[in-house]
């Protein structure tokens, strides 16, 4: 199984980028899927999960402003951030919860290899 995240880039504050995920390999199921981020410096914090049956939730520093989707039957994974600001720069990361392999007969989390944000002032 593996994550591949895209849709990274430079945008000015007010601006909007829009974030993909795609998980390949031999999955059966999937439970929650998170976007997270972390700053130069500082640790990892979750932005935005939704659970397998489409529900979502917000860290507050991005309620409003974000919103988290994901496509079940292509296991794909979204994020449209909107009215971007500087302090959203960072890499983001998806991460999926509780994969079963069906190939491997287990379940387990995996990351994706992460996208970098970057707003300008």
């Known amino acids: 199984v593996q994550l591949q995240a895209s849709g990274g880039g430079l945008v000015q504050s007010g601006g909007s980028l829009r974030l993909s995920c795609v998980a390949s390999?031999?999955?059966?199921?999937?439970?929650?899927m998170r976007w997270y981020r972390q700053a130069p410096g500082k640790q990892r914090e979750m932005v935005a999960s939704?659970?397998?049956?489409?529900?979502?939730d917000y860290a507050d520093f991005v309620k409003g402003r974000f919103t988290i989707s994901r496509d079940i039957v292509r296991n794909m994974l979204y994020l449209q951030m909107n009215a971007l600001k500087p302090e959203d720069t960072a890499v983001y990361y998806c991460?999926?919860?509780?994969?079963?392999?069906?190939?491997?007969?287990?379940?387990?989390?995996?990351w994706g290899q992460g996208t970098q944000v970057t707003v300008s002032s």
């Open positions: 991460n999926a919860e509780n994969v079963y392999d069906y190939g491997m007969g287990s379940e387990a989390d995996y």
């Open positions: 390999g031999a999955i059966y199921t999937i439970n929650a």
């Open positions: 939704v659970t397998s049956g489409g529900n979502p």
